[in-house]
């Protein structure tokens, strides 16, 4: 059964029961609070009234957590990443832990890519769905049911293909969803993401994002269709029971969007400039990985050797973390950085002087 006729058939169920849910957005937060042109004594946030937003927004959002300001950046982010409709999370955590759940159950298959996030595999193992991990970027390893996979891996700084995978969905009727936490203000249309640069919107199910990382805030979201979002609100446990994310927190994110907006494309600056530094890193003989992003590791292989590096360059003031098992495999501990566009040319270039001489130093 194609999945939107399923959801349609699990919301109209929930309608007939009288159990389905559904989000209203509230201009303030707190114990006293305006609806339209009234005023509610609201016995259903902890909090003593506050003026205006306040600081937090002090219930979930099925309550009384749901504020305008919710509203608006729910809608500029279904907007920004070309689908109908947008969901907030906690955080990109949270996001993957509320919709994988709710999606899947203990007679399901998730087919995840090998090197996907912590967070996507502790969703499926609280899913209880049947978990395969497939070869990392390997789609003929591929093929059934939910298939989630990473666009720009966090630890690889390479690229998933998107449109390969795609495509073997459609040919099994599976849903597709793909976290672009790393992707998200860096690759496609003003930031909007590799799912939106190469036109899958159709074909990918659900789009994650997070509201941490290029948009320097914090907090999640899921990008889907309508019906997809009013299922992930009646299901996600991880939405229906956290409290909303904070007004302040909303309001740089809107901000961040603003600028986004606003400004040239400041994802293909990003972009040019960690390939210059990559090409560098390169030409000196170091192993960078299929790294295609912002996210470029320098491969190292022994715990040891990598810890050694990293404590070097922190003595000459730059911070290369070792990543080291089990946030990678066995054997490929490595440097990882992460370029922004707060490195200008000249730091890269620097950095770049001192990462080959400390490296060559370790026998790199």
């Not at 497939?134 to 690889?156: G, K, P, Q, W």
């Not at 901000?255 to 210059?276: F, H, P, R, T, Y």
């Not at 070792?322 to 990882?336: D, H, K, L, W």
């Amino acid at each position: 059964m194609h999945y939107e006729a399923w959801i349609n058939e699990r919301l109209c169920d929930l309608s007939k029961r009288h159990l389905d849910r559904h989000v209203q957005a509230y201009l303030e937060a707190g114990g006293r609070i305006r609806i339209g042109d009234r005023t509610y004594l609201n016995f259903s946030s902890a909090a003593e009234a506050l003026r205006g937003a306040g600081c937090g927004a002090t219930a979930s959002r099925l309550l009384t957590g749901t504020l305008t300001w919710h509203d608006e950046l729910e809608q500029k982010l279904a907007r920004y990443k070309g689908y109908p409709c947008a969901l907030l999370f906690g955080s990109g955590f949270l996001a993957n832990v509320g919709t994988i759940p709710a999606l899947m159950g203990r007679n399901d298959y998730v087919f995840a890519d090998k090197l996907v996030h912590a967070s996507i595999v502790d969703a499926i193992m609280l899913s209880r769905a049947k978990l395969y991990r497939f070869r990392h970027n390997d789609v003929e390893h591929l093929e059934r049911r939910l298939i989630v996979t990473e666009s720009v891996f966090s630890m690889d700084g390479d690229l998933a293909p998107l449109q390969d995978i795609a495509h073997v969905a459609q040919r099994h009727d599976a849903m597709v969803m793909v976290d672009e936490a790393h992707a998200t203000g860096v690759f496609g249309p003003k930031g909007g993401g590799l799912v939106r640069e190469w036109g899958l919107e159709p074909m990918i199910n659900i789009g994650l994002g997070t509201l941490g990382k290029a948009f320097g805030g914090y907090g999640g979201f899921v990008a889907c269709s309508e019906s997809m979002r009013a299922f992930l609100i009646n299901h996600a446990r991880s939405f229906i029971y956290s409290t909303a994310l904070p007004p302040s927190v909303v309001g740089a994110a809107l901000g961040a969007m603003q600028m986004i907006e606003e400004s040239c494309d400041l994802g293909a600056q990003l972009l040019k400039n960690a390939a210059v530094f990559r090409n560098r890193l390169q030409e000196a003989g170091l192993n960078t990985g299929n790294s295609a992003s912002q996210i470029i590791p320098i491969m190292v292989g022994k715990n040891s050797k990598a810890l050694a590096i990293s404590k070097k360059l922190r003595e000459q003031g730059i911070i290369g973390l070792a990543i080291r098992p089990p946030t990678v495999p066995q054997g490929t501990a490595r440097i990882r950085l992460s370029v922004t566009l707060a490195h200008t040319r000249e730091d890269l270039e620097h950095v770049g002087q001192v990462i080959i001489a400390t490296a060559q130093g370790e026998g790199l």
